[in-house]
């Protein structure tokens, strides 16, 4: 059950439940309504869960467009229930991440969900908090959320309760503990060829590939004199003769503007070259002195390879403080999105 919310990572969730479906996937997860109704217009038709909060007044559109709400905790559920017509969910369980889900420990009021008069039960999940981080101690409370999992499932069954799809791992979890099993899992950074952070154990050794490249055009280039300043604020200082190019992409498509003054980089003809003062919201300058020839129009490599470089999100999300999830699922609407 691909997780393709946030405009699928940034990836473009039309794009990539279309290249899923495809392939033979069906069901995905998503955080809400409308999120889910872009894919049910994307003529996806299996199961759309929708993992966040889903206000009353949306709870139509969930009859509308067939989606499958989760349960965020009793009140929701009993809320959801005297609304009084048959909605489809799965159960959230709180097994110690503590943001949503009912709590593990009541499972006499999780049996009462699934006798909710208007609650058709066809999932239970809980989500994993940890299970990215590879630490004894991480490993540890996974393991635990796991267990205490399974034992809300167990507990269930021996009260006669038919057991919908169950499932826990998202993309640490598969990783790294894949055996606490479950009917689906929900994959979110790990379809997209990343981690949340770059790893140093078996993440690291785990040779994923990231799919997605982001790319912008030189739109001018110019000469500065030694001691002549550039961009907003005159951040940019050219302490010798200086070549500047200025590109087409800013902080306006998701480039973090924390990037500014040489954090960041870009790749041009296979040469790194440094971000030059403030990145714009349309614009941003790059120093491409010594870098040969740059001419209008030629390509530029935010994330990516270009001859023998690479930049990649995690390198993003380390110079601006962030993780490579957040570089990602911030890259903006306006950009052009190509399968290739
Ligand atoms: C976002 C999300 C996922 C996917 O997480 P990844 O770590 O990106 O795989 C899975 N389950 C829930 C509940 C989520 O919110």
Redesign the pocket.
């Known amino acids: 059950m691909p997780?393709v919310?946030a405009d699928a990572y940034g990836h473009g969730a039309a794009l990539v439940a279309e290249e899923l479906n495809a392939m033979g996937i069906g069901d995905f997860?998503v955080a809400t309504v409308r999120e889910g109704v872009e894919l049910r217009r994307g003529g996806i038709r299996g199961t759309i869960l929708i993992?966040g909060y889903t206000h009353p007044s949306q709870w139509g559109e969930l009859l509308q467009w067939d989606l499958t709400q989760t349960v965020l905790d009793y009140d929701y559920a009993q809320s959801l229930s005297a609304w009084g017509r048959p909605v489809r969910v799965h159960i959230g369980i709180d097994t110690g991440m503590h943001r949503l889900g009912e709590r593990c420990e009541n499972l006499g009021r999780i049996l009462k969900l699934f006798q909710a008069p208007n609650l058709i039960v066809e999932g239970i999940f809980t989500?994993l908090c940890v299970s990215d981080e590879e630490t004894r101690e991480a490993a540890l409370y996974t393991k635990a959320q796991g267990k205490a999992f399974w034992d809300v499932v167990e507990g269930l069954k021996g009260k006669g309760v038919p057991i919908p799809h169950a499932h826990i791992l998202?993309?640490?979890g598969l990783m790294l503990t894949p055996e606490l099993g479950g009917d689906y899992a929900?994959?979110?950074?790990?379809l997209y060829g990343l981690s949340?952070a770059r790893g140093n154990g078996r993440l690291a050794e785990m040779e994923l590939r990231p799919v997605l490249s982001l790319k912008a055009r030189v739109a001018s280039v110019r000469r500065l004199q030694q001691g002549e300043r550039a961009g907003y604020g005159l951040a940019f200082s050219a302490t010798r003769e200086t070549t500047l190019a200025a590109l087409s992409i800013g902080y306006g498509d998701g480039l973090p503007r924390s990037l500014s003054q040489g954090v960041g980089h870009a790749l041009i003809h296979g040469r790194k070259v440094p971000i030059a003062g403030r990145v714009c919201m349309d614009q941003t300058l790059v120093d491409v002195t010594g870098a040969g020839r740059v001419r209008p129009g030629d390509e530029a490599v935010l994330i990516g390879r270009s001859g023998g470089e690479e930049i990649t999100a995690y390198d993003l999300a380390e110079e601006s403080g962030t993780i490579s999830?957040e570089i990602l699922c911030r890259l903006g609407a306006r950009l052009e999105r190509t399968a290739i």
């Open positions: 997780a919310k997860c993992l989500h998202n993309s640490g929900r994959i979110g950074i790990a949340s999830n």
